[in-house]
C-alpha cells in the first residue's frame, strides 16, 4: 500500500492555503516530499476564482470587503467558489507526474481521484458518482466541485465537499444584481447544488466530515495516510508566495 503524507485538517487564510498548495508542488518537484493529501478550512471566509477569470467580472469585491471575506485568484481552472468557513471542507492532493493517479488523460484522473469523495460520501450515507468533467453528484445534483492543474512536473487537484449551502449569501458573493435575485433562481440553484446536511436532513459535524473524508481517500484510492506536516522548505515558501503573490493586487486582479 502505497504511503502518503496527510496533513489533517487545519485552518488558514485563502492566501495562506494557496500558498500551501502550491509550495508543495514546488518541494515535490525538488523530490524532498512525496504525495500528499491536506484537508483545510478557509479563515475568513472566501471566494477563489480560477486562473482564468477576472476578479471584477466574477466578483463583488465591495460586498466581499464589507463582510471580511478573503477574495483570491487560484492556479487552477473552473469557476468562482465561495468558501464558507462553517460549510465546506477542502482538500487538496499533490502527485509527481507520471503518478498512477495522474494519467495523461485528465479526465480519468479527476475519475480517479474523486472515488476518494465517493466513498467519503458513502461513509456518511450518501450514493454518489462522479460527473465529467470534475464533479461529484448525487441524485444528479452537485454536491463536489473540483480544479486541477499540471506544472512543476507535478499534478494539483483540489475540491470542496460540502457541508452547508447559503445560496442567498453565494448570490450576494458572485457578482449577481441583488434586484435580479429571486425566488425562482434560488430554487434553480438548489435543483443544481447540494449539501451533505441537506441531502442528510441532520446536523454533520466539521469532524464528522473530516473522518469520512480521510477514511473514504485512504480506502478508495488504497493509500496508507501517514499524519506529517509541512517541512521547513514548504513553510518558508509558502509564507513567500502568500506575501508574493497571493495576497498581491496585481495577481489577484490581473485578468
Known amino acids: 500500500m502505497e504511503e502518503f ?109 474523486c472515488k476518494g469523495l465517493v466513498t467519503t460520501l458513502d461513509h456518511l450515507g450518501i450514493d454518489s458518482e462522479f460527473k465529467p468533467i470534475n464533479d461529484v453528484v448525487t441524485r444528479g445534483v452537485k454536491i463536489s466541485g473540483n480544479a486541477q492543474t499540471r506544472r512543476n512536473s507535478c499534478i494539483l487537484q483540489h475540491g470542496t465537499i460540502l457541508l452547508d449551502l447559503d445560496v442567498n449569501l453565494m448570490f450576494q458573493v458572485l457578482k449577481v444584481p441583488i434586484e435580479k435575485i429571486s425566488d425562482k433562481m434560488i430554487a434553480d440553484v438548489k435543483q443544481r447544488v447540494t449539501s451533505i446536511r441537506e441531502v442528510l436532513g441532520r446536523e454533520v459535524s466539521i469532524e464528522e466530515l473530516r473522518q469520512a473524508l480521510q477514511e473514504g481517500f485512504s480506502e478508495a484510492l488504497g493509500i496508507n495516510l501517514i499524519p506529517g506536516h509541512l517541512i521547513e522548505e514548504e513553510q518558508a515558501l509558502a509564507k513567500q508566495l502568500a506575501k508574493e503573490r497571493y495576497s498581491t493586487h496585481e495577481w489577484n486582479f490581473k485578468r
Open 5 to 113: 503524507r496527510f496533513i489533517d485538517l487545519e485552518v488558514h487564510t485563502a492566501f495562506e492555503n494557496m500558498a500551501i498548495d502550491e509550495a508543495i508542488m514546488l518541494t515535490m518537484k525538488d523530490g524532498k516530499v512525496g504525495p500528499t493529501l491536506r484537508l483545510y478550512r478557509w479563515s475568513p471566509s472566501a471566494v477563489s476564482i480560477g486562473t482564468f477569470q477576472g476578479m471584477m467580472d466574477e466578483v463583488d469585491t465591495d460586498f466581499c470587503k464589507a463582510q471580511n471575506i478573503d477574495i483570491i485568484r487560484r492556479i487552477t481552472g473552473g469557476g468562482a467558489v465561495y468558501h464558507d468557513y462553517d460549510g465546506e471542507i477542502t482538500y487538496s492532493i499533490i502527485i509527481p507526474k507520471g503518478h498512477q493517479f495522474a494519467p495523461d488523460d485528465i479526465i480519468e484522473s479527476y475519475k480517479i481521484i
